[in-house]
């Protein structure tokens, strides 16, 4: 018998779809807290959360027979993934569930502040005014819709604000032209979608490439009295230079689902009479939170009872001993897909994947997943996992190409990634060291020996005395610790390349101070 314990609300349906399966018992217990939770989770082969439960490592410690975690819904931000992962569960969620939800609710929103909606029915119930004269709104059809982001839901905007007649710019870095012309929308850059749209949504998830996307230089670039929508996440929009371009009348309203700060209701915006707000609704239907409630369990239950793995954010679907086998071999692999995807900018076109050595003598595909996933996720953040990153990538016309080989490339075992986006390619090589130690030993030209972890600070630079030295000085002045460095180089005199482990984020002002040293040709900041 397999026992799961439900920590947060799931619904009827939810709880219904686990009777379907006599060999789980179930155990509801809403509103545990952290010491309680640790007391009994121990007794449990998986758990059920929403966003309530949080799942922290010092809790998952305890977890001595966890098998599976399941998330009704797309983020997994309450659970610590790589306690979870070190100690081989499996952690589920689901990211199709919401999509017609979230889609419906931007289109809402975009009705409303087009036609002033919120504002008109608070005077006329409450204030007591017939007031027609005021809330003159605008007209959706013939107008421009800019969309931010291009996947799912984005493109659900699209399809439907094309039927109100709209015509609709699209800009997404990490999705071809071709997938772009499967639904009614013009591929543009970024500097166009800001000029020329009467309207903006943005649907990205929040990543390190996305933290305020758009913020004072991007409003500057609108149309005056250009209308903003963001139902995706808060944070994506620099809400200080979005409450400054308000007030200013650039932008001359805006409708916000998330906030960069939740649960908020002193939020600055909320003060203002042309902003349409709401508390994080866009998954809030029945019908959603009762699609994810099902998918998660019944996702619990296969897993649980050897009937398959889906939407596993942290392994492939895998037996045991394989996964003993491979496992260091696909962390080495998704950590080599994140740096790549990190060190070149543009759409990307083409991945490919070679291996030598041991790691062929089982079958490659969960390693070239790994690889497929940890490129995308850099741009899709938690909506990416195992199994849907191929499928992502066919969407986003993506080419995937997996081979083998004898050449050594001075290593016995290694993981081969050419990468081809829109602005080039990157090459990065990576092996294992004692079978278990991931490392980075070539970057295109350079050969060198990287720790693939935590923030990671990477400069092509002039081959001269004293670069490294000015470099620490940098950090050391804003009190950046470096945690370890490597250094390869094509030649005496020539280029080199200097990668830093710091242990914590390196801010932009001190990116900027590092590129002022002239010996630099290019910086990356990686996060892993």
Same mark, same amino acid.
């Given at each position: 018998?397999?026992?799961?314990?439900?920590?947060?609300?799931?619904?009827?349906?939810?709880?219904?779809?686990?009777?379907?399966?006599?060999?789980?018992?179930?155990?509801?217990?809403?509103?545990?807290?952290?010491?309680?939770?640790?007391?009994?989770?121990?007794?449990?082969?998986?758990?059920?959360?929403?966003?309530?439960?949080?799942?922290?490592?010092?809790?998952?410690?305890?977890?001595?027979?966890?098998?599976?975690?399941?998330?009704?819904?797309?983020?997994?931000?309450?659970?610590?993934?790589?306690?979870?992962?070190?100690?081989?569960?499996?952690?589920?969620?689901?990211?199709?569930?919401?999509?017609?939800?979230?889609?419906?609710?931007?289109?809402?929103?975009?009705?409303?502040?087009?036609?002033?909606?919120?504002?008109?029915?608070?005077?006329?119930?409450?204030?007591?005014?017939?007031?027609?004269?005021?809330?003159?709104?605008?007209?959706?059809?013939?107008?421009?819709?800019?969309?931010?982001?291009?996947?799912?839901?984005?493109?659900?905007?699209?399809?439907?604000?094309?039927?109100?007649?709209?015509?609709?710019?699209?800009?997404?870095?990490?999705?071809?032209?071709?997938?772009?012309?499967?639904?009614?929308?013009?591929?543009?850059?970024?500097?166009?979608?800001?000029?020329?749209?009467?309207? *903006? =949504?943005?649907?990205?998830? &929040?990543?390190?490439? %996305?933290?305020?996307? !758009? $913020?004072?230089?991007?409003? +500057?670039?609108?149309?005056?009295?250009?209308?903003?929508?963001?139902?995706?996440?808060?944070?994506?929009?620099?809400?200080?230079?979005?409450?400054?371009?308000?007030?200013?009348?650039?932008?001359?309203?805006?409708?916000?689902?998330?906030?960069?700060?939740?649960?908020?209701?002193?939020?600055?915006?909320?003060?203002?009479?042309?902003?349409?707000?709401?508390?994080?609704?866009?998954?809030?239907?029945?019908?959603?939170?009762?699609?994810?409630?099902?998918?998660?369990?019944?996702?619990?239950?296969?897993?649980?009872?050897?009937?398959?793995?889906?939407?596993?954010?942290?392994?492939?679907?895998?037996?045991?001993?394989?996964?003993?086998?491979?496992?260091?071999? *696909? =962390?080495?692999?998704?950590? &080599?897909?994140?740096? %790549?995807?990190?060190? !070149? $900018?543009?759409?990307?076109? +083409?991945?490919?994947?070679?291996?030598?050595?041991?790691?062929?003598?089982?079958?490659?595909?969960?390693?070239?997943?790994?690889?497929?996933?940890?490129?995308?996720?850099?741009?899709?953040?938690?909506?990416?996992?195992?199994?849907?990153?191929?499928?992502?990538?066919?969407?986003?016309?993506?080419?995937?190409?997996?081979?083998?080989?004898?050449?050594?490339?001075?290593?016995?075992?290694?993981?081969?990634?050419?990468?081809?986006?829109?602005?080039?390619?990157?090459?990065?090589?990576?092996?294992?060291?004692?079978?278990?130690?991931?490392?980075?030993?070539?970057?295109?030209?350079?050969?060198?020996?990287?720790?693939?972890?935590?923030?990671?600070?990477?400069?092509?630079?002039?081959?001269?005395?004293?670069?490294?030295?000015?470099?620490?000085? !940098?950090?050391?002045?804003?009190?950046?610790?470096?945690?370890?460095?490597?250094?390869?180089?094509?030649?005496?005199?020539?280029?080199?390349?200097?990668?830093?482990?710091?242990?914590?984020?390196?801010?932009?002002?001190?990116?900027?101070?590092?590129?002022?040293?002239?010996?630099?040709?290019?910086?990356?900041?990686?996060?892993?």
């Amino acid at each position: 018998m397999q026992k799961v314990l439900v920590s947060d609300s799931l619904g009827e349906r939810g709880l219904e779809a686990f009777k379907k399966d006599k060999d789980i018992q179930v155990d509801v217990k809403v509103g545990l807290s952290p010491d309680e939770l640790k007391k009994i989770i121990g007794g449990y082969d998986a758990i059920v959360i929403r966003s309530a439960t949080k799942l922290s490592a010092d809790i998952l410690e305890q977890a001595k027979n966890l098998k599976v975690i399941g998330r009704a819904g797309v983020g997994v931000d309450n659970v610590d993934l790589p306690a979870a992962t070190k100690s081989g569960i499996i952690v589920m969620n689901t990211p199709q569930g919401n999509t017609t939800s979230t889609c419906e609710h931007t289109m809402a929103m975009l009705l409303s502040l087009s036609r002033n909606i919120s504002a008109a029915h608070k005077t006329l119930k409450y204030d007591k005014k017939w007031d027609r004269k005021t809330f003159t709104g605008t007209e959706l059809f013939g107008k421009t819709l800019g969309v931010v982001g291009f996947g799912r839901i984005g493109r659900e905007v699209a399809k439907r604000a094309s039927a109100f007649g709209m015509h609709v710019l699209t800009y997404d870095p990490f999705i071809s032209k071709d997938a772009v012309g499967q639904v009614d929308a013009e591929f543009v850059d970024l500097k166009d979608l800001l000029k020329n749209s009467d309207f *903006i =949504t943005v649907h990205t998830p &929040l990543t390190p490439e %996305t933290k305020y996307f !758009i $913020g004072e230089k991007e409003f +500057k670039l609108m149309r005056d009295g250009v209308r903003i929508l963001n139902c995706a996440r808060g944070g994506i929009i620099n809400e200080e230079a979005l409450l400054k371009a308000l007030k200013s009348g650039k932008v001359a309203g805006a409708a916000l689902d998330v906030f960069e700060d939740e649960p908020n209701t002193d939020n600055p915006l909320l003060s203002l009479d042309n902003v349409l707000a709401t508390p994080h609704l866009g998954a809030s239907t029945h019908e959603a939170q009762e699609n994810v409630a099902v998918s998660v369990v019944q996702q619990v239950c296969d897993a649980l009872l050897d009937r398959g793995i889906r939407n596993a954010v942290n392994m492939p679907s895998i037996d045991p001993k394989t996964q003993r086998e491979l496992g260091p071999w *696909i =962390t080495l692999a998704e950590r &080599l897909g994140k740096f %790549t995807a990190q060190m !070149i $900018g543009g759409s990307l076109k +083409k991945i490919r994947a070679q291996y030598a050595g041991k790691v062929t003598e089982y079958s490659v595909k969960p390693i070239t997943l790994a690889v497929v996933k940890g490129a995308l996720c850099p741009s899709l953040g938690d909506t990416i996992n195992y199994v849907n990153a191929p499928v992502i990538a066919k969407e986003r016309g993506v080419e995937i190409e997996e081979s083998q080989t004898s050449a050594n490339e001075d290593f016995t075992n290694f993981i081969h990634i050419d990468l081809t986006t829109s602005e080039g390619q990157v090459t990065v090589v990576g092996t294992l060291f004692g079978e278990k130690d991931p490392r980075i030993v070539r970057v295109d030209d350079f050969y060198l020996d990287a720790h693939p972890n935590g923030w990671m600070l990477v400069v092509t630079n002039q081959d001269k005395p004293g670069f490294v030295g000015e470099v620490g000085t !940098i950090l050391g002045q804003h009190n950046i610790n470096i945690a370890e460095m490597t250094l390869g180089r094509n030649e005496e005199g020539g280029q080199a390349i200097t990668v830093m482990n710091a242990d914590q984020e390196i801010p932009k002002t001190v990116c900027d101070a590092i590129r002022k040293i002239p010996q630099v040709i290019s910086l990356k900041i990686i996060k892993l």
